[in-house]
């Protein structure tokens, strides 16, 4: 049999992949529950060429058919996870997981799809772009992008349109922290937020004080604290609630939906309840590490463990996780993320001596359908029709690709997740497909296993063994001017007609 499709460095068994992993393009899901963000519904899935073809009770089909037994199961939308970094270059080295091992990660933890974000190349986006174009040939599920905005001129301002125009970007992000590398000044931010407003691309912000966060590291190191520790200690809250505070504020100024990413602490997501309560459209995203972890392990004595839980914003203390799945599940903040960005062991340890030095980035591709079900469906906090909107639907209405994705109905992609609500999962790095050596949720186990992945109509993921195609993913071109954008021309023309009413004033003689 032919080995051409293994990845040497990723490990897999012989039998999981190769030729033979081109799976049946006619699939039958049987007697499932079928799970939308809208409404459940037992029905059957019928998949032909990769769309679903139909979603009804006790459909017929020919034995040329797979059919899967789904009885007693969820069928749900596979995950669309809206924020990774794959193969990216960053604090002086590139994350583990490339494409490829990133990509088939998500696929065994039931992501479907996912979001990476281009970092430009001095600056330039179509620069960015087609390094980014040629990390992700080896993609083996489908994604889409975001770019990150790294400085400002007419060029940058025209490639954004571009991107918008012919490259299928419809959201940029722009780093308020991260100083001397990524971060942008105010004025940029407002510069950036317009443009996009123009173009109908959603702002995104990385929302922590970077010069804050330059005079907390400073404090830390004079005061000799130099361990992973040091990370959370030199960029408190406080810091990530002024940022926020301050996007939503200027995002406001110019009247653009502003999408804030990884939010980790209750002071930013209070400030995302605010903005939201006066009717301010601003979208939070908390990352599943957030979600689930606090930060006690920084304090491990053993480096390697620590480290592995730097991550910015950093993952804080008890009480700041419950928070966020609370607000997730009232409505406060909107989607899940991971933040995926790997740094295996031996990465992590640059910072052994300084902790501004640790690669920032932990992992969550394959771990967030498990870890957002196990804490928030199985405890009851959230309905499953709630979870797909969460883990899939709302991200793809936010990016403008539903229903293609982020949902099962007919004309819909394949992207499907059979999870059984009475198996259990287990997370290790001894078994996981990330390439890292760690992983921050280790030894964890749950309620709930994703047993079949199929994405784009083939079963990539069954009876725990992978099937993946280097190249089979496809890019998907997210459009403009998604429904956040719905009205903003009319409170526009409300402020400017507010503001042309005639001011009478009495001329005074003396
Ligand atoms: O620590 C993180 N979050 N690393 C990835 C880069 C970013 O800020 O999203
Ligand atoms: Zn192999
Ligand atoms: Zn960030
Ligand atoms: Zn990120």
Known sequence: ESNQFCDAGIGYRESECGLDSVSPSKILIKGGTVVNAHRQQV????????????????????DDVTVIDAMGKYVMPGGIDPHTHLAMEFMGTETIDDFFSGQAAALAGGTTMHIDFIIPVNGSLSAGYEAYVEKAKKSCTDYGFHMAITKWDETVSKEMEVMVKNKGINSFKFFLAYKGSLMISDELLLEGFKKCKSLGALAMV????????????????????????????????????????????????????????????????????????????????????????????????????????????????????????????????????????????????????????????????????????????VSGQISVTDYVRLTSTECARIFNIYPRKGAILVGSDADIIILNPNSSFEISSSFHHSRSDTNVYEGRRGKGKVEVTIAGGRIVWENDELKVVPGSGKYIKMQPFSYLFDGIDKADAEYLSSLRAPVKRFKTTS
């Open 43 to 62: 029905a059957d899935v019928y998949i032909e060429d990769g769309i679903i073809a139909a979603v009804q009770s006790n459909f017929k089909v020919g």
């Open 206 to 377: 990385h929302a922590e004080n970077g010069d804050a966060v330059f005079e907390g590291q400073k404090r830390m190191i004079e005061l000799g604290i130099t361990g992973p520790e040091g990370h959370a200690l030199s960029r408190p809250p406080m810091i990530e609630g002024e940022a926020t505070s301050r996007a939503i504020r200027l995002a406001g100024f110019v009247n653009t939906p502003l999408y804030v990413v990884h939010v980790m602490s209750i002071d930013a997501m209070e400030e995302i309840a605010r903005a939201r309560k006066s009717g301010k459209r601003v979208i939070g995203e908390p990352v599943v590490s957030g979600l689930v972890l606090d930060d006690s392990c920084l304090w491990d004595p053993d480096f390697k463990i620590a480290a592995k839980f730097v991550m910015s914003p950093p993952i804080r203390g008890p009480g700041h996780g419950k928070a966020l799945q609370a607000a997730l599940s009232t409505g406060i903040l909107q989607l899940v993320g991971t933040d995926h960005c790997t740094f295996n062991s031996t990465q992590k340890t640059l910072g052994i001596d300084d902790f501004r030095k640790i690669p920032n980035g932990v992992n969550g591709l394959e771990e967030r359908m498990h870890m957002v079900w196990d804490s928030m469906v």
